[in-house]
């Protein structure tokens, strides 16, 4: 199917761990971000990627790292997770053609 | 630089109200206008955009028009459903320097009643 997935949708984790969070899209779009959604924040920015290999930090980066070493994957990894990185994740690709982001459904992220 | 101002919520409404909700926005240049609606449990998606000035968007009953001389961009539906309980971001993009990032609001949650 055509389209954003992200996986796991939920996930539990303890703090410490490394946790990486999967994202992949399906239309070669250049563009990707990663946001955290948090209530009283809104959506902020982790990382973006302006096209394979190359990536950018966002507003908010320490602790997390990317990589995208193909155009449609562009997996977050939380190196040692810790409970402030408790949140909903989202990632997104670009259309560049009509400037449209399309999200995927999110990750829930725990960390306890 | 470039920031996107939303009126904070909730927002409550009864069904077939009236719905305004305020966005304001401080940029450079000439930035597009979006609106993205999120329902709950689910990513974002887009419900309406405007280009440039005096441009009006519209989808699903909703309208915001462009408005650069008020630097606003006011999500509009003249009369609301159950269904359209979400919560609504504006946010800009402003592609000088070729950026595709997208400036967010902090977003207006949105409850209508039967």
């Known amino acids: 199917d055509a389209g954003i997935t992200q996986s796991p949708r939920y996930k539990i984790t303890e703090t410490g761990r490394q946790v990486t969070l999967m994202c992949h899209q399906t239309?070669?779009?250049?563009?990707m971000f990663w946001y955290r959604q948090d209530l009283g924040h809104g959506l902020r920015l982790i990382y973006y990627?302006?096209?394979?290999?190359?990536?950018d930090k966002g507003e908010v980066p320490d602790g997390y790292v990317v990589s995208r070493s193909k155009t449609e994957n562009f997996p977050l990894t939380l190196e040692s997770a810790t409970r402030s990185q408790t949140s909903v994740y989202f990632c997104?690709?670009?259309?560049?053609?009509?400037?449209?982001?399309?999200f995927g459904p999110g990750t829930r992220l725990t960390v306890l | 630089g470039n920031s996107v101002t939303q009126m904070e919520g909730p927002v409550t409404l009864s069904e077939e109200a009236f719905l305004t909700i305020n966005c304001t926005y401080t940029?450079?240049?000439?930035?597009?206008l979006f609106w993205y609606v999120q329902y709950p449990g689910e990513g974002l998606q887009l419900l309406l955009k405007?280009?440039?000035?005096?441009d009006k968007g519209s989808n699903k009953g909703f309208e915001a028009t462009y408005r650069k001389e008020t630097t606003s961009f006011h999500l509009e539906k003249g009369s609301v459903q159950v269904s359209d309980s979400a919560v609504y971001f504006c946010?800009?993009?402003?592609?000088?320097?070729?950026?595709?990032?997208?400036?967010f609001g902090k977003g207006t949650k949105l409850t209508v009643n039967p």
């Open positions: 997104a690709s670009v259309d560049r053609l009509t400037d449209t982001q399309y």
């Open positions: 239309w070669s779009h250049s563009y």
């Open positions: 990627s302006a096209a394979a290999d190359i990536t």
């Open positions: 940029a450079t240049g000439y930035p597009s």
């Open positions: 405007a280009t440039k000035a005096d």
């Open positions: 946010a800009l993009l402003n592609t000088q320097g070729g950026s595709e990032k997208l400036v």
